[in-house]
């Protein structure tokens, strides 16, 4: 007997909610369905079973920071699109419950997600004016990255802040210095936050890795240098533009003269 559920406990016969056939404790059970909705599998059948026997087999244990852990691994390393309300409740369930060898595990990999900005900031009309909000509910592609690749948040306003003021070619610049600002999307007033995700529990989980609070002077001064370069460039844009036009002008003036000047000396 012993033997058999150790078979059962270790192979892969369980119908998961995605088609395949699962090992029972790599399902989660229905409790788990509030946190990770949808992203989740869960077994099909588990109604079938008596409490006794899913106990044996491991079937679906409760929601653990290992089983986030594993979910975000693979999401990480599948680069698989994912929204910003999910990771959200998935960093504050660590925040509550990870232990320390946990959070080092999570600390060594590259398990922040920041979305893409594009996919997820929209404009919306308010009174008094236009600004910038982010869907949290969407699922977009994005960049999964490591503790040293991000700061908490970012006082210049050019990493990841949703400012009308601050254009999007700028944003992409800035993001070239190394550093995105996780603050800009899971601290803030234009993300709406819940029970699951409020944004001071997010800012303990982000202290607690050990992420930078803001820029190093170093990161600031490539940031500066890139939006030196962009403003410079805009403005040889536009002075070509302007050159490029008196030029054509000249061009086809000059040419009008000459051809009026022949034909007065043909005559």
Not at 109 to 128: A, D, H
Not at 151 to 174: E, F
Not at 192 to 212: K, P, V
Request: charged share 25%; proline share 4%.
């Amino acid at each position: 007997e012993v033997f058999f559920l150790t078979r059962l406990r270790d192979c892969a016969w369980i119908a998961g909610s995605d088609g395949k056939l699962h090992v029972p404790r790599r399902l989660l059970s229905e409790e788990a369905r509030a946190v990770i909705g949808n992203k989740g599998v869960y077994p099909m059948t588990p109604k079938q079973f008596t409490p006794d026997f899913v106990t044996a087999i491991g079937l679906a244990p409760p929601l653990s920071s290992a089983h986030i852990l594993s979910l975000l691994e693979h999401w990480a390393a599948a680069k698989t699109p994912v929204s910003l309300n999910l990771t959200k409740k998935l960093y504050s369930f660590l925040n509550r419950h990870a232990s320390i060898a946990e959070r080092t595990r999570f600390g060594s990999q590259r398990l922040l997600f920041v979305p893409t900005r594009s996919l997820v900031v929209t404009g919306v009309l308010r009174k008094g004016g236009s600004e910038h909000v982010i869907d949290v509910c969407k699922e977009s592609e994005g960049d999964w990255l490591g503790v040293g690749e991000c700061v908490q948040r970012d006082k210049s306003y050019l990493l990841d802040d949703l400012k009308s003021d601050v254009s999007l070619p700028m944003h992409h610049i800035a993001a070239r210095a190394g550093k995105r600002a996780l603050a800009a999307y899971y601290c803030n007033n234009y993300c709406n936050t819940d029970a699951h995700g409020d944004a001071a529990e997010l800012s303990h989980f982000f202290r607690q890795l050990a992420i930078a609070e803001c820029p190093s002077d170093e990161v600031y001064v490539e940031i500066l240098k890139c939006a030196a370069l962009l403003r410079s460039g805009a403005r040889s844009g536009l002075s070509g533009a302007r050159d490029g036009g008196r030029g054509g002008r000249e061009g086809r003036g000059g040419r009008g003269g000459r051809g009026g000047r022949g034909g007065r000396a043909g005559r």
